[in-house]
């Protein structure tokens, strides 16, 4: 019997998947759905309820002590809502009481998503060992979390790492968040490839616009495709150096489709970290690319919920 | 006899003060040195010590638990050492084990000066209650320290929460770190100043070109005097908007010479602030006043060594 055994959601605009994890982080149990993202609230609801159906007939689930949500933001883990930009039929949304009715009183943990992910690779990924850690997802958006003191830092709300909407460029171009010149409004795929395109970039034959495309033109040499992976880089670093300047990190984790670009964002952006961490206690900070795959959302889950179901965290 | 008393030092760059505190923060002893900032290490370390002689010899000593000292940056709390800007012949000086030596082995505790006026803000001033803060000093720098979870945050070298070199406009002026675009480059008192001075602002027949005259000017309607002023709001409100986005802060608590500008400063920072604090998690952020004065140094060096000395941690 395994005593520390947990569930695990994770809850996107594309998929609900869940899982039963163990205090190792291995996935014993699995299932998913895809996500009605466009249905109501109650449709959105069902699903995650089927997920947990296939998790709760498994002979394995009476030994789950908790359960842990990452769930796309913004989230409100004090008042155990949620609100996904990307699923519009939940608005401060009661999950937390919803999934603890389906499970018969589970405690639940919610952090958002970035948070999750960078729980994952604390416990199992690249920021392993390090007490205090900045990990990012670089994809459509920018996302990230923050382990501060060797402890996972969601922040009050579960919130907290969202590197994605800092301001980089206070005069810059308006974000969809309202403010200007986001991390995100710079550095994301969809404004890497259209930075690119504005610049005269065009794609090939395949018409493929999108920020893998301009990564491969990139690595053929492409000069607007470079300096459009070296805009992006010029953000995240001031992004990642303010980090580092304002709670102390030693490590910046890359994940995300962006992140997977390697080298074309990745040496340009350490070079841009000398630029902007300047200061003597943010100048040993390394950057590596991720090392969780695409179960880090329910294993920073599950490590979330043992962390709170047992008080020996993981995290 | 007072069981929770500790020892403090207040280092800058123009004096070292020195105190014996109670548990409530009250000050029973104090000593002061000018700092000899100019001259080799040895001899503003004899300062140090005669401030540490004035208090040893009072019969309260016998009862101090711990030492508290907060230090000009930067300063490296793991190796116990600092290398204040404005005072060269200390590189890597080890103060720590110079004072430890000086107090017959007491247990001393190191924190950046910034981090120092935080703790006392949260013990005794503008942040008490709150779990989750920013404190500022607005002056001829901008310094600050962050109080997250309820516990004051120094990160491992004590250096945790110097906003004022997060770069907030990444193509921006370079800054004296070695950055640009620095929330300070913009928005420290001589940079009001000299952004007042540059457009075309010109002292009354006193001369005085300082920040404290552009606030007055401003105060009595001049527009490049108001504009200045409200630059460096939106600097700070971007720095502090991102710091809140990271690391959720409910309440931003701005002191020094520039922050006693009030409203001058305070009101379009409170605007600003609203164009850069934007998601959900973040706009109920309050921006205050700070209320400590020119103890908060000391005071807040003391809270610190009542943290570590009894684990009992009043920040």
Known sequence: MHTDLVAALDIGGTKIAGALVDDRGHILVRAQRA???????ETVMRAVEEVLGELTVSPLWESASALGIGSAGPVDASAGTVSPVNVPG????????????????????????GVAITAAEHWQGAARGHDNALCMVVSTGVGGGLVLGGRL?????????????????????????GSRGCV??????????RRAYENGWRPG????TSAAAVAAAARAGDPIAVASFERAAQALAAGIAATATLVEIDIAVIGGGVGKAGEVLLTPLRKALTDYATLSFVQRLAVVPAQMGTDAGLVGAAAAALAKGADKAPV
């Open 35 to 41: 996500t009605p993202a466009q249905e109501d609230g």
């Open 184 to 193: 995100e409004r710079i550095a994301s795929g969809p404004n890497i490839a």
């Open 205 to 208: 034959p395949d018409g493929d």
């Open 153 to 177: 830092h969601p922040g009050p709300t579960g919130n907290a790492g969202h590197i994605g909407h800092i301001s980089v460029d206070m005069d810059g171009d308006p974000c969809a968040c």
């Open 90 to 113: 939940w608005r401060d949304y009661p999950l937390v009481r919803r999934v603890r009715a389906a499970t018969g009183g589970l405690p639940v943990e919610l952090i958002g998503d």
